[in-house]
Structure formats: C-alpha cells, structure tokens
Antibody, heavy 118, light 110 residues
Framework: EVQLVESGGGLIQPGGSLRLSCAAS????????MSWIRQAPGKGLEWVSL???????YYADSVRGRFTVSRDDSESTMYLQMNNLRPEDTAVYYC????????????WGQGTLVTVSS | QSALTQPPSVSGSFGQSVIISCTGT?????????VSWYKQSPGTVPKLMIT???DRPSGVPDRFSGSKSGNTASLTISGLQAEDEAHYYC??????????FGGGTKLTVL
C-alpha cells in the first residue's frame, strides 16, 4: 500500500528556515516523480515543486530561489528545504506521488502545517 | 505562472448536470493533454477524479467526465448527488515543465 507521511511543519518567524520531510512507503522513491503542493488556510491548492526520478527539480515562481527539494533514496524520503520564509508561505504542505509526467496522482500525504508569523 | 481560471462557484439541483470550466493559455492547457481534476471535501485530502483530460481512475463514478477544447478544459458531473458537493480543482502541465492549479470551484447541490 502506498503511503506518504509529511512532517516538520510548525510555527516559524518570517525570514526563518524549515525543512519538511515526506516519508514514503509502498513504492520506490528513486523511480518516482513526486510533487509538493500547498494550501493556504481557506484558499485553493498551489503547486510548489516537482522532482523527477532522475533528480531534476522544478519550482513555482513564488518559491524558486528560496525552496529546494531533495531526496534520500536510502530513507525513501523527500525533503523540502524552505528558506527566507514569508507570511504568505503559511499553508498546509502536501507531498504527492506523481504519475510520471501526468501529474500528482491519487496518492497524497495528510499534509503538515507551516505557519510563518512573528 | 498565472493560475488557471475557474468559476468560484457553481450549483445544480439533485439529479441534474453541471459543468465546471478551467481556462488557461496556449502555454498550459492548450499545449498538453495533461489536465487533471481533483475533488476536495472539507478537511480532507484532494481526491483525483479525472486525469489526462478525460480518463477516470478506478473507482470514480462514470457520472464524472472531462473534456478539453483549445485552452479550456471542462469537468462535467451528471446525475448530481449530495456527496458531490465539494471544491473542485483543475491542474495542467505547462511549457515551463511546471504545473499550475486553477483557483478552485465550490459546487453546491441544491
């Protein structure tokens, strides 16, 4: 059974850094495409980043240069390093297993809440 | 990377049909068949309803169908049920190798 579990969220001051984790099971992470998606409180979904199975990464304009995706294949875990956080980054962050280049598939984690506030 | 355009809300009576539109540009919807639709009920994780414009994943009722014309994709829900009431989001691949969501549409079943 495919499972994704995010962790690492919390309250952080503007300008601070946070690293989110997405622990995967039921499939081989290094052969998979995976996305981060976020949802601000009461708002819609926003795509954040994509990591190809080969390690290539892509980012939304709103986070490029501040967020970095990485992966530890031995731990079956994907990470989202978030630097220079802004109040507008406040959201629930989901990781999802993509269906190759067909986009986020049916497998999403439950999300982890990041709150950027002083 | 402007968000795709969806109507903020639509409504339909029980048993009727509704169409939710998702308008993009030639740099996203117009360039690929990579358009998906998600349903999100309050407090839950989004659920994939349609992939590749018109394919239904296993378990999704055939009351849900998708289509695309030019830069606009559409989700049609026929035979509306109470449990269809939720937010619906479209997403499309872009020529920048990124993805972009629509703003979401709240469906109310009357």
């Amino acid at each position: 059974e495919v499972q994704l579990v995010e962790s690492g969220g919390g309250l952080i001051q503007p300008g601070g850094s946070l690293r989110l984790s997405c622990a995967a099971s039921g499939f081989i992470v290094r052969y998979s495409y995976m996305s981060w998606i976020r949802q601000a409180p009461g708002k819609g979904l926003e795509w954040v980043s994509l990591m190809h199975s080969g390690g290539t990464t892509y980012y939304a304009d709103s986070v490029r240069g501040r967020f970095t995706v990485s992966r530890d294949d031995s731990e079956s875990t994907m990470y989202l390093q978030m630097n220079n956080l802004r109040p507008e980054d406040t959201a629930v962050y989901y990781c999802a297993r993509d269906r190759g280049l067909l986009g986020p598939g049916p497998n999403w984690g439950q999300g982890t809440l990041v709150t950027v506030s002083s | 990377q402007s968000a795709l355009t969806q109507p903020p809300s639509v409504s339909g009576s029980f048993g009727q049909s509704v169409i939710i539109s998702c308008t993009g540009t030639s740099s996203d919807i117009g360039s690929y068949k990579r358009v998906s639709w998600y349903k999100q009920s309050p407090g839950t994780v989004p659920k994939l309803m349609i992939t590749e414009v018109s394919d239904r994943p296993s378990g999704v009722p055939d009351r849900f169908s998708g289509s695309k014309s030019g830069n606009t994709a559409s989700l049609t829900i026929s035979g509306l049920q109470a449990e269809d009431e939720a937010h619906y989001y479209c997403i499309s691949y872009t020529t920048s190798n990124t993805w972009v969501f629509g703003g979401g549409t709240k469906l109310t079943v009357l």
